[in-house]
């Protein structure tokens, strides 16, 4: 079987694109432009790549981007009254807080911090919660990419056996309660599963979310199932150099999967994509106007 390449890249475009266009008519119709906050503390040179990108694609996206660079030594206290100035500040509705954060500074305090209708990452508490009960919250856009992917592709994904590889509060169970949601039979596996390609060969859908590079191989995945490779791992070639590669073995796995996403230009892309979706919905719902059609879980 030749796996069709469910092509990240091109459908992050696609939905920066759908942001772009609501933003234009909001401002035009309302007056209103989506803000972002984003907040790095500590020179950390990926998050620092990270901050950089998500600012050029929030101007892209016609929205106002905030960035706060503050130095590694800034204190839990100095953080956390930015946070409550953001909070109040009218014109941000998004606010995201680079992690990791240096070691003196309690990061799960911090996220809980942030106002839950301002809380782009989906990482606050409340919306945790909201989200395990089937509740409207903000959704943490990477396994939100993915599952925009997967609708692209199945339609819907009512019935499905979904298995995800990885139990992380922020792929793995979210990845899984969205799958839960739209009606999938779904399958959390971690370190201690047994049998874990058997688990795997069950699935209709399987999402690796493992950090371990190209671990799920073909062995893994059953004749036709659509396989959604979260991973990004840099791995040394033999030249000395080094690239990236995912958690799945990408020759193998596409063998056999009736859709793959690639690594890179697979689930990547989407999650920045899904920053400025989770910006704009966070913005829509202060203002009580309807959210964006297929921008949101
Ligand atoms: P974590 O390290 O937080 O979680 C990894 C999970 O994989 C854990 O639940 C762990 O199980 C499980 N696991 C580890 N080894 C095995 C194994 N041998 N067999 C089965 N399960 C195993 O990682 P994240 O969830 O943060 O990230 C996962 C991957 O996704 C990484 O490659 C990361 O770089 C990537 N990523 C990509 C993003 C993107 O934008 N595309 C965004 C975020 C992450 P246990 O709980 O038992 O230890």
New binding site residues.
């Given amino acids: 079987m030749t796996a069709h390449i469910i092509d990240g890249k091109a459908f992050s475009a696609k939905v920066q694109q759908m942001v772009t266009d609501h933003v234009t008519a909001m401002t035009a119709d309302h007056g209103i432009t989506p803000g972002l906050a984003v907040v790095l503390v500590g020179e950390d040179p990926a998050s620092e790549v990270y901050v950089r990108s998500k600012g050029k694609r929030t101007v892209e996206a016609g929205m106002n981007s905030y960035e706060h660079r503050l130095d590694a030594t800034t204190s839990q206290a100095e953080l956390l009254a930015l946070i409550d100035h953001l909070n109040a500040d009218q014109s941000v509705h998004g606010i995201l807080v680079q992690l990791p954060l240096p070691d003196h500074i309690d990061s799960a305090l911090v996220i809980n911090a942030i106002d839950p209708a301002k809380d782009v990452d989906g990482f606050h508490i409340s919306n945790v919660g909201l989200l395990g009960t089937g509740q409207k919250s903000m959704v943490p856009?990477?396994p939100l990419?993915c599952l925009m992917m997967l609708r692209d592709h199945h339609g819907s994904l009512s019935g499905l056996n979904a298995v995800v590889?990885?139990?992380?509060?922020?792929?793995?169970k979210p990845m899984a309660q969205l799958l839960l949601g739209d009606s999938c039979t779904v399958t959390i596996?971690?370190?201690?599963?047994k049998d874990?390609a058997a688990i795997c060969r069950s699935a209709d859908i399987l999402v690796?979310?493992?950090?371990?590079?190209e671990?799920i191989t073909g062995d893994f995945v059953k004749e036709g199932a659509t396989v959604i490779d979260?991973?990004?791992?840099r791995i040394a070639t033999p030249e000395g150099k080094t690239r990236l590669v995912?958690?799945c073995h990408y020759d193998s796995c596409a063998a056999k999967a009736g859709a793959i996403t690639p690594v890179p230009g697979?689930?990547?892309p989407?999650?920045i994509a899904c920053l400025l979706a989770n910006t704009l919905t966070a913005c829509a719902r202060s203002h009580g106007l309807p959210e964006p059609e297929g921008l949101t879980a």
Avoid: E, F, K, W
Wanted: aromatic fraction near 0%; charge should be positive.
């Fill in positions: 856009c990477t990419g590889v990885g139990r992380s509060n922020i792929v793995g596996a971690h370190s201690r599963s874990l690796a979310a493992v950090g371990r590079p671990m979260v991973g990004i791992n995912g958690d697979g689930v990547g989407m999650t």
